[in-house]
């Protein structure tokens, strides 16, 4: 797990440096407490996770995908800035979304960050589309998420 930990950590960076009003909360979430939350999900569901290596076996993206009470969710994707370009954020999309229609979601979803609205085009490319805003307070630091 300390390659995909290594690309989740990229993603929460390139999150916190988009992110206007969270990168405090944001900062404060470490990879074992993904996991954690993760680990959490995929006992309500079913969890999936797919890696892509390359040929000296580094990972150089990822996709964490979810089921729950029939509900497909992107949890998670990233592809290495040095491998972008080279279709492999489409190939574990597609992976993901073939995983959902054998499970017979009725619904697919995936949350994006406040700040990465740029990534909205690569999954209008699958159908997804942005349905509704949900606005979150902002916690003052003493206060929990």
């Not at 996991?35 to 890696?51: M, P």
């Not at 489409?90 to 990534?119: C, D, P, T």
Request: proline share 3%; charged share 25%; hydrophobic share 35%.
């Amino acid at each position: 797990m300390p390659q995909l930990a290594e690309l989740w950590l990229a993603l929460r960076d390139h999150h916190i440096e988009k992110s206007t009003f969270f990168k405090e909360q944001l900062e404060n979430v470490d990879f074992p407490q993904r996991l954690t939350q993760l680990e959490q999900k995929g006992e309500l569901g079913q969890i999936q996770v797919g890696i892509v290596l390359n040929s000296d076996d580094e990972a150089r993206g990822y996709c964490i995908a979810t089921i729950v009470e029939r509900v497909g969710e992107i949890e998670s994707i990233y592809v290495h800035p040095d491998s972008r370009g080279l279709g492999l954020g489409s190939k574990l999309m597609h992976h993901a979304l073939e995983w959902f229609e054998r499970q017979e979601v009725n619904r697919q979803q995936i949350y994006v960050a406040e700040g990465n609205e740029e990534s909205w085009s690569f999954y209008a490319r699958f159908g997804f589309f942005p349905r509704v805003s949900i606005l979150t307070r902002l916690q003052k630091s003493s206060e929990t998420l």
